[in-house]
């Protein structure tokens, strides 16, 4: 079965830094990997996946992230980050050849100062 | 725009009242998710189905069941409502095309659920 850890529960970071989010999974097979944003009192957008293929993935509102096999990591970026970027963010894990259910991290709340 | 719609959006109810909530979707995918989610923790899945095939976690209590009658509509359905229910809780879809293969879910924006 496949876990997912986000260590970080809460980010904070001042309007127009850099952010990394982190996301390190464990799985015995290939895997699927997600990140979902939640704004407040929403549902769950997909922000960006990887299947297979290039591991540099990006996704909407400038966000990116970067597939490492050998450390099991699926770590979320962007560059330059604004208020509205103020959210919960998940990361989630399915396994490729076996159950088609994700399982979700914890969450890392993403605080943007100005 | 295909989506996932959950009503109602906010749901008030008493202690050990009967209460359904409802998800229907566009998107004709042919799996559809219950998720529960308390504050600052992530989606807890309760149950889903994989075409009419129901599909129920082991530890999802017996107060709440899930009914889905035809591919766009999905109810979860809470028998006797505690004070430890009160939650959002998330629809959830994706289109699984080939044994093992796992789509993008697509969510609804909740219904937050109140006990009183």
């Known amino acids: 079965a496949q876990s997912v850890t986000q260590l970080d529960s809460q980010v904070p970071v001042f309007e127009e830094a850099p952010v990394e989010l982190r996301c390190n999974y464990s799985?015995?097979?290939?895997?699927?990997l997600f990140w979902y944003v939640q704004y407040p009192n929403q549902g769950l957008q997909l922000l960006l996946k990887y299947l297979s293929g290039s591991t540099l993935v990006k996704g909407i509102n400038g966000f990116e992230a970067e597939f490492n096999k050998s450390q099991t990591s699926f770590h979320l970026r962007k560059p330059s980050v604004h208020i509205s970027d103020t959210a919960e963010y998940f990361c989630?894990?399915?396994?490729?050849?076996?159950?088609?259910?994700?399982?979700f991290g914890r969450g890392t709340s993403l605080i943007v100062h100005p | 725009d295909a989506m996932v719609i959950q009503n109602p959006r906010y749901q008030v109810t008493q202690f050990g009242k009967p209460v359904t909530l409802s998800c229907s979707q566009t998107l004709n995918h042919n799996v559809m998710y219950w998720y529960q989610q308390k504050s600052s923790q992530a989606p807890k899945l309760l149950f889903h189905y994989y075409d009419k095939d129901f599909n129920n976690e082991a530890d999802t209590p017996d107060n709440f069941q899930s009914r889905r009658p035809n591919t766009s509509f999905c109810f979860l359905d809470i028998r006797s409502p505690g004070l430890g229910d009160a939650a959002m809780y998330l629809c959830?879809?994706?289109?699984?095309?080939?044994?093992?293969?796992?789509?993008?879910?697509?969510f609804g924006p909740g219904t937050r659920l109140t006990v009183l």
């Open positions: 959830a879809t994706s289109r699984d095309e080939l044994a093992g293969r796992t789509d993008t879910q697509y």
């Open positions: 799985s015995s097979v290939s895997v699927y």
């Open positions: 989630a894990v399915s396994e490729s050849g076996g159950s088609y259910i994700p399982t």
